[in-house]
Nanobody, 120 residues
């Protein structure tokens, strides 16, 4: 099973950018689809972006409506990392961001996540 650790969060002003990283372990990293999810205070966890297995070139990607045009998901299998480039950040993007191997299963475990705070 792939283990994933998120990093790259922080405090940024509205309109700013952050790049989140999801570092994986295991020889099967490249064969795992990966998703970014987020959870805002007092809200349910929601999907942000997903990327299929294999390399970024030709990969299938999927974005939540709020992420389209602002966020970009990519992966570097040589580094065993998946990235989430977030531009034009808004205060409503504040939350804890998680990466997870897909598809979600009953036994899926969530990591610590990385906190993103966007100030107005």
């Amino acid at each position: 099973q792939v283990q994933l650790v998120e990093s790259g969060g922080g405090l940024v002003q509205a309109g700013g950018s952050l790049r989140l990283s999801c570092a994986g372990t295991g020889s099967k990293f490249s064969s795992n689809a990966i998703g970014w999810y987020r959870q805002a205070p007092r809200k349910e966890r929601e999907m942000v972006a997903q990327i299929s297995s294999g390399g970024t070139d030709g990969a299938n990607v999927n974005y939540a409506d709020f992420a389209k045009g602002r966020f970009t998901i990519s992966r570097d299998n040589t580094k065993k990392e998946v990235y989430l480039q977030m531009n034009s950040l808004k205060p409503e993007d504040t939350g804890v961001y998680y990466c997870v191997s897909l598809p979600l299963r009953a036994e899926t475990t969530w990591g610590q996540g990385t906190q993103v705070t966007v100030s107005s």
